[in-house]
């Protein structure tokens, strides 16, 4: 398929933010108003039943996302590397190859 440019409509922020042509939206929705729906159920009966989840579930979320965080960065920053380093062989090999080349023209 050729390649086409993709042209937005500047004047209003509004529909790029609620579109949902060309997006994941379609299949995702239902998992999406599930979640919402388990969500709903469940701060009503922490309110209606006075459940009391105490500081346990804030006290372990905080720290699992700072090592999930610092895990993605961590392997952001690997893979950054590792392709900078691909890259810095492919041009030196190729600086060799065209050096090599001239020598035997």
């Not at 690997?78 to 065209?98: H, M, P, S």
């Amino acid at each position: 398929a050729p390649a086409v440019m993709i042209y937005y409509r500047t004047d209003t922020w509004f529909g790029q933010v609620f579109r949902v042509s060309g997006t994941v939206w379609r299949n995702t929705w239902w998992k999406a108003f599930l979640i919402n729906v388990y969500i709903g159920v469940a701060y009503y009966w922490c309110e209606e039943g006075q459940a009391d989840l105490g500081h346990v579930p804030k006290n372990i979320l905080g720290p699992m996302l700072s090592f999930l965080l610092v895990f993605r960065a961590n392997s952001a920053y690997a893979r950054y590397w590792q392709g900078r380093t691909l890259l810095t062989k492919f041009f030196a090999d190729l600086r060799e190859f065209v050096a090599l080349s001239m020598t035997f023209l």
